[in-house]
């Protein structure tokens, strides 16, 4: 089984690619998703979080996002520090979900695969992509958030081109229709390719 790794940048609409991907019959593995789950789940995870973070870290027995987000987009060291507690709790659940999946290739949706290094363990990567305005628009709509905000988080990430010269396959996610086509398309390519190996 092939482990493709689906990225893009914040706003570029990988979760909207990705379920595209689960409609045709491919496993989806939400990085993000399955981090914020054991966020709040793991004692482990939690007890680290409130030695970083302090007792703010959670609220209600729940992890306290606003406060976190505040303190690691102002911080590079304190995200780097959060990522090396969760990341690898993230990479031994993946490895559990992986060995119950059947299927020719599996994607792994990350939003920082590039940055924290996982590209290195994937088959294939599928970078998503979107114009800045429409990008923008998006999470103006979807978060309750600022331009700066934005901006800051997008600082955070490597940049487009940097992410496509590693990828073999590109994804332009402005309009839903061509995107679709192009999820078939890829999804498509990658059946071709695994068989023929």
Same mark, same amino acid.
């Given at each position: 089984?092939?482990?493709? +790794?689906?990225? #893009?940048?914040?706003? *570029?609409?990988?979760?909207?690619?990705?379920?595209?991907?689960?409609?045709?019959?491919?496993?989806?593995?939400?990085?993000?998703? $399955?981090?914020?789950?054991?966020?709040?789940?793991?004692?482990?995870?939690?007890?680290?979080?409130?030695? !970083?973070? #302090?007792?703010?870290?959670?609220?209600?027995?729940?992890?306290?996002?606003?406060? !976190?987000?505040?303190?690691?987009?102002?911080?590079?060291? !304190?995200?780097?520090?959060?990522?090396?507690?969760?990341?690898?709790?993230?990479?031994?659940?993946?490895?559990?979900?992986?060995?119950?999946?059947?299927?020719?290739?599996?994607?792994? $949706?990350?939003? %920082?695969?590039?940055?924290? +290094?996982?590209?290195?363990?994937?088959?294939?990567?599928?970078?998503?992509?979107?114009?800045?305005?429409?990008?923008? $628009?998006?999470?103006?709509?979807?978060?309750?958030?600022?331009?700066?905000? %934005?901006?800051?988080?997008?600082?955070?990430?490597?940049?487009?081109?940097?992410? %496509?010269?590693?990828?073999?396959?590109?994804?332009?996610?402005?309009?839903?229709?061509?995107?679709?086509?192009?999820?078939?398309?890829?999804?498509? $390519?990658?059946?071709? *390719? %695994?068989? *023929?190996?």
């Amino acid at each position: 089984m092939k482990i493709v +790794g689906l990225t #893009g940048g914040i706003g *570029s609409g990988k979760t909207t690619v990705a379920k595209e991907f689960n409609k045709l019959g491919v496993p989806i593995y939400i990085a993000d998703d $399955e981090a914020k789950k054991l966020m709040n789940r793991s004692k482990v995870i939690k007890r680290k979080l409130i030695a !970083l973070f #302090g007792e703010d870290a959670y609220k209600n027995e729940k992890l306290n996002r606003p406060y !976190l987000a505040k303190l690691i987009f102002n911080d590079e060291s !304190l995200l780097k520090k959060m990522n090396a507690i969760v990341h690898p709790k993230v990479a031994q659940h993946f490895k559990r979900w992986l060995k119950k999946q059947d299927a020719p290739y599996i994607i792994k $949706e990350v939003a %920082i695969l590039f940055e924290n +290094g996982s590209y290195k363990h994937c088959d294939y990567i599928i970078t998503v992509t979107a114009a800045i305005d429409t990008r923008m $628009e998006r999470l103006l709509k979807r978060d309750n958030t600022t331009v700066s905000k %934005i901006e800051a988080i997008m600082n955070n990430q490597w940049k487009d081109e940097e992410k %496509i010269a590693l990828s073999q396959y590109v994804i332009y996610n402005d309009i839903l229709e061509d995107t679709i086509f192009q999820v078939q398309k890829t999804h498509n $390519e990658l059946l071709k *390719s %695994i068989i *023929s190996l």
